[in-house]
């Protein structure tokens, strides 16, 4: 996907209230029929996201549907090209947040695209998103 023409640019921010606990994303927690952006994808395209970690601990960002490239982890380029569909989001250090940026491919399947922390005590209490995908 190194060479794919972007179509979007995104931004995701994991971050966490470990005393309720609560984990958002974009600073809210999941909840059907408030999708994560208010601008829908489009199958065919590819977009880039970049998704940030503002809490203490790792969040293993997982994609539903289609795989992703990651191109860089904390400012340093992804070693080889691949596909994968879930990718360690690194906690923050010193206040600077951990920083992961993904092209994100919508080969098909119009309709709605989850997206989640795979620590599932972190998905359950909120951690969780989804796209709408458009044809
Ligand atoms: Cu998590």
Same mark, same amino acid.
């Given at each position: 996907?190194?060479?794919?023409?972007?179509?979007?640019?995104?931004?995701?921010?994991?971050?966490?209230?470990?005393?309720?606990?609560?984990?958002?994303?974009?600073?809210?927690?999941?909840?059907?029929?408030?999708?994560?952006?208010?601008?829908?994808?489009?199958?065919?395209?590819?977009?880039?996201?970049?998704?940030?970690?503002?809490?203490?601990?790792?969040?293993?960002?997982?994609?539903?549907?289609?795989?992703?490239?990651?191109? $860089? %982890? =904390? &400012?340093? @380029?992804?070693?080889?090209?691949? #596909? !994968?569909?879930?990718?360690?989001? *690194?906690? $923050? %250090? =010193? &206040?600077? @947040?951990?920083?992961?940026?993904? #092209? !994100?491919?919508?080969?098909?399947? *119009?309709?709605?695209?989850?997206?989640?922390?795979?620590?599932?005590?972190?998905?359950?209490?909120?951690?969780?998103?989804?796209?709408?995908?458009?044809?």
């Amino acid at each position: 996907l190194s060479g794919a023409p972007l179509a979007q640019h995104r931004s995701i921010e994991l971050s966490e209230d470990p005393s309720a606990p609560n984990f958002f994303v974009n600073g809210r927690q999941f909840s059907m029929g408030a999708p994560t952006f208010d601008t829908p994808a489009k199958v065919g395209t590819v977009e880039e996201w970049t998704i940030t970690n503002t809490s203490g601990e790792d969040h293993p960002f997982h994609m539903h549907t289609d795989a992703f490239q990651v191109t $860089a %982890v =904390n &400012g340093i @380029p992804a070693p080889y090209p691949h #596909r !994968q569909d879930t990718v360690i989001v *690194p906690h $923050a %250090v =010193n &206040g600077t @947040p951990g920083r992961v940026v993904i #092209r !994100q491919q919508f080969s098909d399947y *119009p309709g709605l695209w989850m997206f989640h922390c795979h620590i599932a005590a972190h998905e359950d209490h909120g951690m969780m998103g989804y796209i709408q995908v458009n044809p």
